[in-house]
Structures are given as C-alpha cells and as structure tokens.
C-alpha cells in the first residue's frame, strides 16, 4: 500500500496562484504514473495534469499554460503549481499514483481515469474568489 499525503490548498483571490504538494509514503523507485484531479461540488471528479517516471507530461485543456505538473525525485514529491486562477478552478484536489509494480503489470497508462489509478491522497481543497 502507498499513503499519499498531501499539502498546500488554500483560498485565493482570482489570478492568484498556489502550490499544491503530494508525497508518496513508498521506497518503490520502480515505473509511475501520478496525476491531480479535482471535484468541484456538484461535479465529477475530473483529470488535471498527470505526469510519468520519464518525464512526460499532460494536461486537461481547462488548465493548458497556466499549471505545471512536476516531480522532485530527490525529495520524492509531486507538486502542481497553478497560476492565474480562476473561480471555475474551486475544488478539491486529489493526488493519486498509479505503480505498475504493484499491479504485476509492465508500464503504467498516463490516462486521466480514475480506475487506472490504486492509490489516492485524501485530497486538499483549492477556493478561489472573484
């Protein structure tokens, strides 16, 4: 099991920007996947940025040039800073790792579905106001 423990929601003003952070509890330096996702109240989970061990990236169209998906392998964390928010960016994030390892698999998807990933952070939640 990996525990993924995250950090840095908060409420700020539209056009603002914050940083969100997820530690992965693991030693595990095999193939991954991670991604943010969010929900908004009254909306379904959605995918925002994912990221794989080798570097490659992607993004939803909604947040394309203002967040930035990356990972510090040193300090094993997964950051999403986001700038230039706006109101419809309101919701609770979500961290989540997807380790093929674990699975008995070879390589991980680097999809934004929700059922290819089996580990989830217990999410932190991002208000921004007008």
């Known amino acids: 099991h990996v525990q993924l423990v995250e950090s840095g929601g908060g409420s700020v003003q539209s056009g603002g920007s914050l940083r969100l952070s997820c530690a992965p509890r693991?030693?595990?330096?095999?193939?991954?996947?991670m991604a943010w996702f969010r929900q908004a109240p009254g909306k379904e989970r959605e995918g925002v940025a994912n990221?794989?061990?080798?570097?490659?990236?992607g993004y939803t169209d909604a947040v394309k040039g203002r967040f930035t998906i990356s990972r510090d392998d040193a300090m094993n964390t997964l950051y999403l800073q986001m700038t230039d928010l706006k109101p419809q960016d309101t919701a609770m994030y979500y961290c989540?790792?997807?380790?093929?390892?674990?699975?008995?698999?070879?390589?991980?998807?680097?999809?934004?579905?929700?059922?290819?990933?089996?580990?989830w952070g217990q999410g932190t939640q991002v208000t921004v106001s007008s």
């Open positions: 990221i794989r061990n080798d570097g490659y990236k």
């Open positions: 989540a790792a997807e380790y093929p390892a674990y699975k008995g698999s070879s390589a991980c998807h680097l999809s934004f579905r929700e059922e290819d990933y089996e580990f």
């Open positions: 693991t030693t595990t330096r095999s193939e991954y996947c």
